[in-house]
Structure formats: C-alpha cells, structure tokens
T-cell receptor, first 113, second 117 residues
Framework: KQEVTQIPAALSVPEGENLVLNCSFT??????LQWFRQDPGKGLTSLLL?????REQTSGRLNASLDKSSGRSTLYIAASQPGDSATYLC????????????FGKGTHLIIQP | NAGVTQTPKFRILKIGQSMTLQCTQD?????MYWYRQDPGMGLKLIYY?????ITDKGEVPNGYNVSRSTTEDFPLRLELAAPSQTSVYFC??????WGGGADTEAFFGQGTRLTVV
C-alpha cells in the first residue's frame, strides 16, 4: 500500500528566505504527484502537478521536482512571503479506482514578517 | 467559474441523525470524489464516481452512502451519525483518473466541517 510522508511537519522561517519542503513515497509506480496548499478552514488549492515522466514543474516562485526512482519530491519556494503561510500537502496518484490520491499529513509553514 | 461547490460549510449533528452533504461541479468533470480529513492525518478517500450512475467504495466507506444521478452532482449521505464521523469532508473532481496526465489534476471544494455530538 502506498504511503506518503512529509518532512518537516512544521516549519517557521523569516520572510525572504528560500525553503524546501520534502515528500517521500514508498511505491515508485506512480502516475503523478500533486502539491496542494491548504489555508486554515479552507479547501485545497492545486499548486503543481508533476507527471511520472517529468522531472520538475515550475509556477512563479514555486518549483517542484520529482525523483520517482528514489520515491522523493521537493517543493521549493523562492523568496518566501507572509502570504505563503499555509499547510502544504503532497499527494501521489498511484492508479485509478479506489487507489485515488494518497496524501501526506502536510507541512505547516509559517513565514515570519 | 465556480469550480467545486460544497454545502453546508459547517454542521453540528446529534448522534443517530442523518444528513446529506452536497457537492456540485461546473467543470464537466467525469470523476468525482469524497475525502475526509481528520486532525493530523492525511485525507482518506470515502467514495468515488467515474460518471453518472457509477459509484464505488474508497478506503473508508463504512457509514456513508453516495449517488451520482448527474455529471454535476455527487451528494454524500450519512445515515446514522456517529462521533467517529466528526471530520472535515472534501469533495473533489477531475476530468480523468487514468494515465497521470494534466487531465487527472484534482480540484477541491472548500470543505464541510461536521461535528457529531
């Protein structure tokens, strides 16, 4: 059964710093990996989707990488801002049907002004 | 573009009561999903649907029922509410579920926070 782990569980950094969030998964046979942002009391917002054949995806100050063979993905946030404060979730798509998306528990990120 | 809309946003139920969580999407997506999120845990799949009239169980289906009469709507029914069903419920949709391409990107609603007392 696929398992997804996110490290660290929480992170607090000063504004302006570059930072990396980590995601690891146990079964490398994945279709894709998706990074989400969740604000308190809100839904999930899709940030980036990396297909299994891709190595990285970029959107603005966000860059996500994927190393399928080692079961790892990173989300790089450049020049962090207080508005980046949220919980970041990693989800792995391992197949259709009941497999659905397997989520990590998230990294709670606080950017200090 | 509204995306995925869930109602209600909050609800308190007494043990044994029943309710329906509503979910509708306007993206013409074939696939719809219900997840629950418990504190400190990853989201768990309750039920999913591959199209109107077709539903199937996810990882944690016990105590829930679903139906899919139209492409747009995917309601989740709790028949006999129990304290263990206290959670935040998310509905999601995607155009596809297979192949891993961009069309499998999942879009989520704002969630329903349910408390059973």
């Amino acid at each position: 059964k696929q398992e997804v782990t996110q490290i660290p569980a929480a992170l607090s950094v000063p504004e302006g710093e570059n930072l990396v969030l980590n995601c690891s998964f146990t079964d490398s046979a994945i279709y894709n990996l998706q990074w989400f942002r969740q604000d308190p009391g809100k839904g999930l917002t899709s940030l980036l989707l990396i297909q299994s054949s891709q190595r990285e995806q970029t959107s603005g100050r966000l860059n996500a990488s994927l190393d399928k063979s080692s079961g790892r993905s990173t989300l790089y946030i450049a020049a962090s801002q207080p508005g980046d404060s949220a919980t970041y979730l990693c989800a792995v798509h391992s197949g259709g049907g009941a497999d659905g998306l397997t989520f990590g528990k998230g990294t709670h990120l606080i950017i200090q002004p | 573009n509204a995306g995925v809309t869930q109602t209600p946003k909050f609800r308190i139920l007494k043990i044994g009561q029943s309710m329906t969580l509503q979910c509708t999407q306007d993206m013409n997506h074939n696939y719809m999903y219900w997840y629950r999120q418990d504190p400190g845990m990853g989201l768990k799949l309750i039920y999913y649907s591959v199209g109107a009239g077709i539903t199937d169980k996810g990882e944690v289906p016990n105590g829930y029922n679903v139906s899919r009469s139209t492409t747009e709507d995917f309601p989740l029914r709790l028949e006999l509410a129990a304290p263990s069903q206290t959670s935040v419920y998310f509905c999601a949709s995607s155009y596809s579920m297979w192949g891993g391409g961009a069309d499998t990107e999942a879009f989520f609603g704002q969630g329903t926070r349910l408390t059973v007392v």
